[in-house]
């Protein structure tokens, strides 16, 4: 199956242009968007979605989120997946990365995965 994206509200929305530029088939979100959590929504929550809709988050929040993604964990709760996004990553060069690992991968190989993007 293939993977869905959720872009937290912390990445740009242009990183979602650029993605659906690239492959206007990908299922991308953004927190904010009809169907997701709105803007302001707790750590916990957005893991609680990411697991029910079987997305992967797509964040730079390196400082809250690890602790709550330990606590969703120890409650017995699962993630589709979380890419941290290195500092200073260009918009263009995210939506490359993530465009490649779409299409080269499915959306079971990241269900709990943590990882950086890029690579």
Known sequence: MKMCFLLDENISPR?????LRLNPTIDVLRVGDPGTPSLGTLDPEIL??????????????????PAH???????????GGLFWVR???AIGRLAEELHLI??????EEWIDRLDWIPF
Not at 48 to 65: A, G, K, P, Y
Not at 69 to 79: F, M, P, V, Y
């Open 48 to 65: 609680r979605f990411l697991e029910v809709s079987q997305r992967l988050l797509i964040t730079d929040n390196r400082i809250s989120m």
């Open 15 to 19: 990183v979602k242009a650029a993605l």
């Open 102 to 107: 779409w299409e080269t991968s499915e959306a």
């Open 87 to 89: 500092p200073e990553t």
């Open 69 to 79: 993604i330990e606590a969703h964990w120890a409650a017995g709760g699962h993630i």
